[in-house]
Nanobody, 120 residues
Framework: QVQLVESGGGLVQPGGSLRLSCAAS????????MGWYRQAPGKQRELVAR???????NYEDSVKGRFTISRDNAKNTVYLQMNSLKPEDTAVYYC??????????????WGQGTQVTVSS
């Protein structure tokens, strides 16, 4: 079993910053990929940013230059630093980890979601 715990969401004014964290625990042998997705009301869930083994990253176009994804392998934690936030960034943000368990299964795990609201 793998558990993910997210933190760091909240209400912020336009132009402000937030940092999301997602810590994984459980029967983890290795983490292959870590990512952040978001879902706004009435919209489909979309990929925001992803980091894979080796450190390669990719970002959704609207967040390039504003958001930065990073990982702490020792802590099995992924972060999303969000700067210059805009009202259109308002959504529930979910972390996603692709994990190889100690039982050698490959699991696609999701966090519980954290609300990010950008409003004046």
């Amino acid at each position: 079993q793998v558990q993910l715990v997210e933190s760091g969401g909240g209400l912020v004014q336009p132009g402000g910053s937030l940092r999301l964290s997602c810590a994984a625990s459980g029967s983890i042998f290795s983490v292959n990929a870590m990512g952040w997705y978001r879902q706004a009301p009435g919209k489909q869930r979309e990929l925001v940013a992803r980091i894979i083994s080796g450190g390669r990253t990719n970002y959704e176009d609207s967040v390039k230059g504003r958001f930065t994804i990073s990982r702490d392998n020792a802590k099995n934690t992924v972060y999303l630093q969000m700067n210059s936030l805009k009202p259109e960034d308002t959504a529930v943000y979910y972390c996603n980890l692709v994990v190889r368990t100690t039982g050698w299964a490959m699991i696609d795990s999701w966090g519980q979601g954290t609300q990010v609201t950008v409003s004046s």
